[in-house]
Nanobody
Framework: QVQLVESGGGLVQAGGSLRLSCAASVSRSTIKTMAWYRQAPGKQRELVASITSDGSTNYADSVKGRFTCSRDNSKNTVSLQMNSLKPEDTAVYFC???????????????WGQGTQVTVSS
């Protein structure tokens, strides 16, 4: 059974920083891409940042230069360092992972439960 558990959300003033973390509990599997998505009230869920197993990252244009996504493959964790936060960054942030059972050609997608980030102006 795979679980993704996020932590680190909260309330911060505009211009401040927060760091989100996500720990994946897996066994006999390989974690491929990990990512952070967010969903604001009344809006669709959108990709914030993703990172492959070899460390290649991709960011939404709206967060480039402000957010940094990193992962620790030895601990099955992914983090999102968010700096210079803006009120428009307010959303529920979800951890996401693509996981492949060992020696199997298929993958599964998993989501965390989400963590609220609120940026006040």
């Amino acid at each position: 059974q795979v679980q993704l558990v996020e932590s680190g959300g909260g309330l911060v003033q505009a211009g401040g920083s927060l760091r989100l973390s996500c720990a994946a509990s897996v066994s006999r599997s390989t974690i491929k891409t990990m990512a952070w998505y967010r969903q604001a009230p009344g809006k669709q869920r959108e990709l914030v940042a993703s990172i492959t197993s070899d460390g290649s990252t991709n960011y939404a244009d709206s967060v480039k230069g402000r957010f940094t996504c990193s992962r620790d493959n030895s601990k099955n964790t992914v983090s999102l360092q968010m700096n210079s936060l803006k009120p428009e960054d307010t959303a529920v942030y979800f951890c996401y992972a693509i996981i492949s059972p060992l020696e199997q050609p298929y993958t599964f997608q998993y989501w965390g439960q989400g963590t609220q980030v609120t940026v006040s102006s």
